[in-house]
């Protein structure tokens, strides 16, 4: 190694340094690499109209999304509230049920999910788990993982640099990442942490686990199913945090199916 080499991966190591959190968990990348990756993401997803047709000019339904995300953003157990973007967009795509976060807090929910959801809490689990892989930076441990230590030098190096761009680019084309098991049990996870703190019967999420292990044949379900583990599995471990919590009831007073279905209504 040069010592300007050196340097740089001491200086990098410096830079990381001040979000702890990134070298508890061996993510190279800085917090603000996150939030610059995020923009990046987001740039890429509405610049290409025609994969992710965003809802235009039905400000209710965003508001009513983002009220709902609001709600998870005030758990104590959120830590990037203030730093990351923590936007809710809405994807007018029926032929989809599915729903993505990038780094740095750009979250995503096509309306092929919102049709298929039956309460507000379900759809709240989902926000959750979505914002739980921005929280716990899974995207940026991800890429640390696949490309290497020095796609993160480049890409720590002042600007995203053509890597980053690449990889931005691959992940809009794919919708988001495809994040490891573990990742995805520990959004799961979150989740829950998160509604705990809110009016929503934390395990609500299970209601889509029950209806999407039905329909494994629909082809609207076909990427979520081959980004995530099988619902059997994710049901599984949500019954059990539920039991480690004395097995809270459901009921309209934390389910929300009324509201929600006069939501649906206003859908396109
Ligand atoms: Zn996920």
Request: glycine share 6%; with cysteine; charged share 20%.
């Amino acid at each position: 190694m040069t010592r300007t080499k050196l340097y740089i991966v001491l200086l990098f190591l410096s830079i990381s340094a001040f979000g702890c959190a990134a070298l508890m968990q061996l993510n190279m990348f800085p917090v603000d690499k996150d939030i610059e990756l995020g923009k990046q993401f987001d740039g890429e997803i509405r610049s290409n109209v025609k994969e992710y047709p965003i809802l235009k000019n039905r400000p209710e339904i965003r508001a009513y999304i983002t009220n709902i995300g609001n709600k998870i953003l005030a758990s104590p157990d959120i830590a990037y509230r203030n730093q990351f973007a923590y936007q809710f967009e809405v994807i007018d795509d029926d032929k989809t049920i599915n729903a993505f976060c990038t780094p740095g807090g750009y979250v995503y929910i096509y309306t092929g999910l919102l049709k298929y959801l039956e309460n507000e809490a379900t759809l709240a689990g989902i926000i959750a788990h979505e914002i739980a892989h921005a929280e716990r930076r899974h995207a940026t441990n991800m890429i640390t993982a696949q490309y290497g230590v020095q796609t993160v030098l480049e890409m720590a190096s002042g600007h995203i640099g053509e890597t980053g761009t690449q990889i931005a680019g691959v992940a809009a084309g794919l919708g988001f990442l495809k994040y490891s098991r573990t990742d995805e049990f520990e959004a799961d996870a979150y989740s829950f942490l998160y509604l705990r703190s809110t009016e929503y019967y934390p395990g609500a999420i299970c209601y889509f686990f029950q209806k999407s292990a039905d329909g494994r044949q629909s082809s609207a379900l076909e990427t979520f199913f081959s980004t995530h583990p099988p619902a059997s599995e994710r049901l599984a471990k949500v019954n059990q945090m539920l039991a480690d919590i004395g097995k809270p009831k459901p009921s309209e007073a934390n389910l929300f199916t009324k509201r929600y279905q006069e939501f649906k209504k206003k859908l396109p």
